[in-house]
């Protein structure tokens, strides 16, 4: 009889565990669109709760499907989210990076405490420039390794290691500094190239020759 009550209890708790566990997460889904309106596939959706970045948790995120649509499938605390998105590949860039913020971006807001499951349309913030070609040595003409850093006058940056080829996303309307160190024996060449300033989607070739003797 004991046990037979211990398993009832056991069992209750379980229960009772689970419908706690079920009131307290909510689902978020919906369509990320371009510009255009149309659907967007394999863009990353962010869901952050709302007064946290990226430096205070690891949000959760997911990737749209063919038609665009993406789905948290539940598990989300009760509380207001941010959504934000990224592809990379096509020019729209991280938007939890300084150098990319822009507060004309959209960031649709969904409140998780007022109804548990929300459906919303997000759509893809400004399309950055992108800047592209080789990095290569002043003699030699072949690929060489450098380290690559875009600053706007701000002072935020990224950065990147290359050797030979490079492809980097810049902030549309905003001044960016290239500089550029060579990487040999020695950072023996450190140089700032003029100021790079690009329109949304803009997109050009640029090789940098460098010294590493």
């Known amino acids: 009889m004991r046990h037979f009550l211990s398993l009832a209890l056991i069992a209750a708790s379980i229960f009772a ?20 309106g149309n659907p967007v596939l394999g863009a990353t959706v962010y869901a952050v709760p709302q007064g946290l970045t990226l430096d205070d948790i690891a949000p959760r995120s997911v990737k749209t499907d063919g038609d665009g649509k993406f789905d948290f499938r539940g598990g989300l605390q009760l509380a207001v989210y941010k959504l934000y998105t990224r592809k990379d590949e096509d020019g729209y860039p991280d938007p939890f990076t300084p150098l990319y913020a822009n507060s004309n971006s959209p960031t649709p807001t969904v409140d998780l405490t007022e109804h548990r499951s929300a459906r919303v349309s997000v759509r893809l913030g400004e399309k950055a420039g992108v800047i592209a070609g080789r990095v290569i040595d002043s003699e030699s003409g072949t690929g060489a390794k450098a380290i690559l850093i875009f600053s706007d006058e701000d002072g935020h940056a990224v950065k990147l290691f290359v050797d030979g080829r490079y492809r980097a996303l810049l902030p549309a309307g905003k001044n960016v500094t290239l500089i550029v160190i060579a990487v040999s024996s020695h950072f023996d060449e450190q140089r700032p190239i003029a100021s790079l300033r690009f329109e949304p989607g803009q997109e050009i070739y640029m090789d940098i020759p460098v010294s590493q003797h």
């Open 17 to 36: 565990f689970s419908q706690t566990r079920d009131q307290q997460n909510g689902e978020i889904k919906g369509t990320v669109t371009d510009a255009s």
